[in-house]
């Protein structure tokens, strides 16, 4: 690896590249996020910036989960794309990973695919009796899976593993620890200056009580001192295959008590078989050896054929794009313009070919400005065939629909067969051929000021994929230029180049970096930490919160620009998995004074304008901290706090009760669904009487809410005026809000009212 991938970015050191700040306290600074020249788009907002990355750019979709929350990825929800869904959904988890309490199916899975070995079994006894460990080792090398393996074997059966933010302060983790709880944290942002110390360890250990755990997974750069460190060596990549295949295998039949020996007898013949040895015996990592042993079931099944098994995988990718770009027997001509297709289609996986094309001849003229100077410019009208090129890439041609300002049109889309190539091309050309950098960089350049957003997205994508390869090099020479822009547009590229470099193993060095731009004073640079937090989503939630009340209450007082960025991101954070964490935040931060209290009233009413998206259809989705109050007692304890604070705040009365109509009105929409489904399920005729008879979920949850936003008789009459006017307005015999009111009425706050 290129040495500047493990140059530490110390806040001291950020910032004085080419685009280095020159007074953070003089005006200029603050004029940074000013508005954009007339012919430069204006960024998305941070939702749509969300939606629109893994819409178009799929090869991502892995990484939706850290912000969407319980929102599984599925075509249906961005772009239709099942052949990417099937993959993912088989695959390995994204690399950035969702902090908080770690789901059961996650837990229940691992501890059914985990393949123990001698050193895991020493690790599980210094656990037993220290309590509190450190295990260092390699990313990808399954240190964090063997930890979570050690804390549900030494910790109470049944009991709960949280995992901690990466970027808490190592001198808060024990602010952040439950007695006798199991808890991990993974590779935490530490420097020379701020290591991990034995003291916070030993501070941990007072907390976590006699039967609480604590493991650190630490890389080899994370800077520790006094501290006992234990290393991590995987098992041999044939027993993870094997566990992997075990699993897979006695899910997939039914064979009754004699089960577990035809899945041993099935699994010892698939390991045997030769593309299995040869590929195992690379030494393949652990999430590709549980890839691959996936693979051979669906190989068994006669789903896959010989030539996908063959080519599965990263170390299969890696091999191909050596060749691909290697030293041949031919390397000019129409050879150079084919390999500068193959790194368009790593750019634009998924999409046309004739674009595919088009933009690899660009590519191809500034290669060959390098190659051969003195020729004249111009390439071939005719060259490869498209049936040769797709050879040539290992790719296939599919039917696909995109969505369009003329609606849902067909299209024929081309695609790397091996989902492991797109990077792993873009990645190799990058670190192995330093002549390419330059001209790729221009190239990009190009795209990234192209008028269609699904260019310019993909080129910060693929920026990313060059950022985690090379982080230092792409830091000077177009991570803080676009990071630091004036121009919203290039801030939102640096955004999804850091999301994209932190999904591709540099997460370390994109958390450090968003912590140190987030406390300088250039607003250019916080605008961007808070729009890369926004999409990073649940996995920095701590950090993230953290450094957006710092921007919001220190340093320069945020433009309109960087305001509406603060409160953009925690609406986006409320979308995700850590939801009731930025609710509990937000409560604490209106309860303060100043700027922080009116970011958290904006906050909260922007997402309390979101839907949960991960029921049924548009017409009968939930408002999302409905749905949250719903089903968590946290959660529905701090929304009924921000609700009774903001509809008796002076300030943000009026906002809020549009807000709080909006979601009668959406359990109103809810509940006219339940009724037409219910009269057609009962074939019985439907009549406009009956239309709203039947209360949705939506409204039932409502029902129970709104009482407890009773505390006086204020407030009392606050709400029954709002549902009055909205059953007035509504006209329709037997509404929600008329049943809403009569369910306050019928309350125990309803003793609140004059006599």
Known sequence: MNQHVETPLDPEDVGTGPEAEKDPGRPADTADVGAPPPDEDAAPEAWEAIEQLFALAPHLRSGRANVMG????????????????VYLRENSMPR????????TAELDYLAETFAPNRRYDELCSELTVRRVLVLRGRPGTGRRTAALRMLMQVGPKAGEVIELDPGTEAAEFADHIQPGGAHVVVDPITSQDSPLRDVHLNAVRRRLGDDGLFVVVAAHGTAVEDVTADGWEPPPAADIARAHLLHAIRHSAADGPSGGAVAADKARRLLELEPTVRYLSVGPSPGEAAGFAR???????????????????RTSAEEITSRWFGEGDQLRGATLRDKAFLISLAVFDGLPYPLVAELGDLLYIQLRTVEEPDRAAGYPVFGSSPADRLALARAQEYDDETDTAWGRLPERVVAFQNESLWSSVL????????AVRKPLLAWLDTLVTDRRVFVRLRAAVASGVLAAADFGYAFDNFLNQW?????????????WALYTAAEHGMDTAVRRLLSNWSRRHNLARRWTATRSYALLGGATA??????????AATGPAPDSALQSALEQALEALLQGPAAVTVLERLVQWHGSRGPLRDLAAAGFLRGARKRHSATSTAATAWPRLLWLADHDARARRYVVVMWRALLANRSHRDAARDELARWVQVAERASAKAS???AFTNAAQFEETERYDTASDVESALGGLLPLLVETQNDWERLDFLLRRLDTSNGARGSTAARLRAGLADSPAALLRPL
């Open 295 to 313: 693979l051979l079931v669906k190989y068994a099944a006669g789903r896959c054929d010989d030539e996908e098994l063959s080519g599965y995988g």
């Open 70 to 85: 319980d929102t599984r990825v599925s075509g249906d929800v961005v772009a239709g794309d099942k052949r990417v869904d």
């Open 542 to 551: 701590t950090s993230a919160l953290r450094d957006i009340g710092r921007m």
């Open 676 to 678: 037409e489904h219910r």
């Open 483 to 495: 990071g630091s822009s004036s121009r919203p547009m290039q801030r939102q590229l640096a955004a």
């Open 96 to 103: 950035l990973h969702t902090v908080g309490p770690l789901p």
């Open 427 to 434: 990645s190799h050309v990058w670190t192995s051929h330093p």
